[in-house]
């Protein structure tokens, strides 16, 4: 979802021209992900996709937030003045299928040049710094041929 998200900052999303230029492959993964993140229906093709996955994987935290959220909010803490069991089973069910996905780590081993690309990556530019940095690589009204 990170990704997602940063490629659809105002900053990389204007970058048309650039854009084109990227392999029709790659396009096409970015559009499947964008479909399966999509939040229609509880994120549920996320939801399906992820119970599809094998371990090891790293889920987007958000959904769960979203589901503790209502699980604490949509249920009463008490039922007949006795503690609503079911309110703190629905949660423990939850956190635990967390649990499941930390159990496995993950072995990655570096690609270069990659790994050096996101290594030395500045990581503290504003937003307005990083559109700044956009018009530098594809001016406004610019044609293709002016930013390759």
Known sequence: MAVIAGLN???VYRLNH???LVDP?????????????NSEGNYRSYRKTLKAAKVPVIPYLGVYLT???FIDDGNPDKVNNLINFKKRELTHRL?????LYQQTGFDFPPIEPLNTF????PTSMTEAELYDLSLILEPRNSEISQIS
């Open 118 to 121: 996101l290594a030395e990556c």
């Open 25 to 37: 492959k790659q396009m096409a993964s970015l559009i499947s992900v964008e479909k399966m993140m």
């Open 9 to 11: 900052m105002s900053c």
């Open 18 to 20: 650039t854009r084109t």
């Open 95 to 99: 956190l635990q299928e967390i649990q």
């Open 67 to 69: 589901d503790l959220t």
